[in-house]
């Protein structure tokens, strides 16, 4: 589905590709042209320009990814291949059942703060802000999910679950016999079992729980005093501030690891 342009914005492309694929993210898809399985066009500006090719190509990734947990290099193996119909094997490829279990899930994402959009000119920049202020708004309103029903939501066993659980990535409470999980528990197994596909073990995740928690202290300092208001008005400005906080915490971080990626990756 092209605009009145004859490409697509990152932007745009993520918005086609989320009701297939919820896990995906503007990070993957950078992922993704970083190890040369897509290579978009670029603006003038260096923005990517995404083509129908393009975005059929990507979902033919996503599809090898999720039907039958292809590594990258065999799928980029096949996109290389001249003989691979490519169409042909979109129009094909079902989910099967094999593969990490974490990794099979195709559920909507849960109510958490949705991945940010790349800052293009070409896709509305209040676009990611606000859907994270839509999140923090209704945070406290979001339904905790018992623990048979996220194991069947995101397809994992009760062993992974303990994992996550001993790591202190999820945590759960008891209500009577049922141990009740917050709605964002779906989401970091789903991202943990993906990680674990790629060769990092749970364990190493505590990295990211820790940088979360320290983000969260700092961003307190600022809006704790606005929350105590029991203003309205005053709640909103800490929503705001809360969302623009991690929209610059997510780039800077982005940043950081793409400078020393580049550092990692420049010939010796």
Not at 129 to 144: F, G, P, Y
Not at 170 to 193: C, L, W
């Amino acid at each position: 589905m092209m605009t009145d342009r004859d490409y697509l914005s990152i932007g745009e492309v993520l918005a086609l590709l989320l009701e297939e694929f919820p896990d995906v993210t503007i990070s993957k898809i950078r992922f993704l042209e970083s190890q040369g399985l897509i290579e978009p066009e670029r603006t003038p500006s260096g923005y990517r320009k995404f083509t129908d090719s393009e975005v059929e190509r990507l979902r033919f990734i996503l599809r090898e990814q999720k039907a039958n947990y292809l590594p990258l290099r065999v799928i980029k193996d096949k996109l290389e291949d001249e003989s691979q119909d490519i169409s042909r094997d979109i129009e094909m490829s079902d989910v099967t059942t094999s593969g990490h279990p974490a990794a099979r899930a195709a559920v909507p994402r849960p109510a958490a703060v949705p991945s940010p959009v790349e800052q293009d000119p070409m896709v509305p920049a209040s676009v990611a802000k606000e859907q994270r202020k839509l999140a923090l708004k209704h945070a406290d309103k979001t339904e905790s999910v018992p623990r048979d029903q996220l194991l069947q939501q995101v397809d994992i066993d009760a062993g992974f679950l303990k994992e996550l659980e001993s790591a202190g990535l999820v945590s759960g409470h008891e209500v009577g016999d049922t141990t009740f999980f917050d709605p964002h528990s779906a989401s970091i197994a789903r991202t943990a079992g993906r990680f674990l596909e790629m060769g990092i073990d749970i364990r190493h995740l505590r990295a990211w729980k820790t940088s979360a928690e320290r983000e969260l202290s700092l961003f307190e300092q600022r809006i704790l005093p606005l929350l105590r208001q029991r203003n309205p008005a005053a709640r909103d400005e800490a929503i705001e501030m809360l969302a623009e906080f991690m929209e610059l915490g997510t780039q800077l971080r982005e940043s950081l690891l793409m400078r020393d990626i580049s550092r990692l990756t420049e010939p010796r």
